[in-house]
């Protein structure tokens, strides 16, 4: 229960009575409860499609996209921009990529990226609003958060003490192995295909461009990497229509 309470402090900013200091293995544990957390979060925007059905999509679209961003309060917003940043201002250079990620301000990299992930996503729920295709809105976050063990379990982490340390280094590897084959199987099965492997594909497309860069991921890239793979699952069911 600890573990699923850190992940859920962890992705959203729902307000969870949690006492004292988590410990580290239930941090590394808690990941294997991210896609549950990405299945709340899409329940609640299924919840919302449904209670404002018939609306004009446009409006809708962007009333789901609020919703979305502030139940997680755009922590990994914050993360993809200052990737943005850092892969802009960091020049090819490992160091210097690392030293601007940590710097808290926004850029004007950041900010375009940002505007242009959100534009897409946006975009893609007005058309998926039209069609009534609302389980988009159900497997893009649980896609997007199944991401960040994908990630961690295939990618050295390269920030020694930052947020993601304890969940690189006390991860349950067989058992979150297990649970991504049984999360994949589920969706192959029930789901949409090309979402499923537009969401791998992409997830191993940013893991190859931080490997170039950097050498591995950070908690600023896995944050980054969620945003990034929920825009893509949610492009590629609007572009299949």
């Known amino acids: 229960m600890r573990a699923l309470l850190i992940a859920l402090v962890f992705l959203t900013r729902i307000p969870i009575p949690f006492r004292g200091v988590p410990h580290e293995r239930d941090i590394g544990r808690s990941q294997l409860f ?21 609306r004009e999509p446009l409006l ?9 961003v502030l139940m997680t309060g755009g922590l990994h917003l914050d993360g993809l921009a200052d990737s943005a940043d850092a892969w802009a201002g ?23 990226f940002l505007i242009l992930t959100l534009l897409i996503k946006w975009a893609a729920l007005v ?7 609302w389980e988009a809105l159900l497997i893009a976050p649980v896609l997007g958060r199944a ?5 961690f379990l295939t990618t050295p982490y390269v920030r020694p003490g930052g947020l993601g340390s304890a969940l690189a280094e006390h991860m349950p590897r067989l058992e979150l192995m297990a649970m991504l084959a ?7 099965l029930f789901a949409s295909w090309p979402m499923v492997v537009a969401a791998v594909v992409g997830c191993l497309l940013l893991r190859w461009l ?6 591995g991921t950070t908690g600023d890239t896995a944050g980054a ?4 793979v929920e825009m893509i699952v949610l492009l590629t069911a609007a572009l299949l229509i």
């Not at 960091?90 to 375009?112: F, H, Q, W, Y």
């Not at 058309?127 to 295709?133: P, T």
């Not at 049984?182 to 192959?188: D, G, M």
Request: a neutral charge.
């Open 34 to 54: 991210y896609p549950l957390v990405g299945l709340l979060l899409g329940g609640v925007l299924v919840g919302v499609f449904f209670l404002l059905g018939g």
């Open 60 to 68: 809708v679209a962007a009333i789901l996209l609020a919703v979305w």
């Open 90 to 112: 960091g020049l090819g250079d490992r160091e210097r990529t690392l030293a601007i990620m940590k710097d808290p301000a926004c850029g004007p990299s950041g900010v375009v």
């Open 127 to 133: 058309v998926l609003v039209e069609w009534q295709l």
């Open 147 to 151: 991401a960040v063990p994908l990630l």
């Open 182 to 188: 049984v999360l994949a199987l589920v969706l192959l």
């Open 210 to 215: 931080m490997l170039r860069r950097i050498g």
């Open 225 to 228: 990497t969620i945003e990034l």
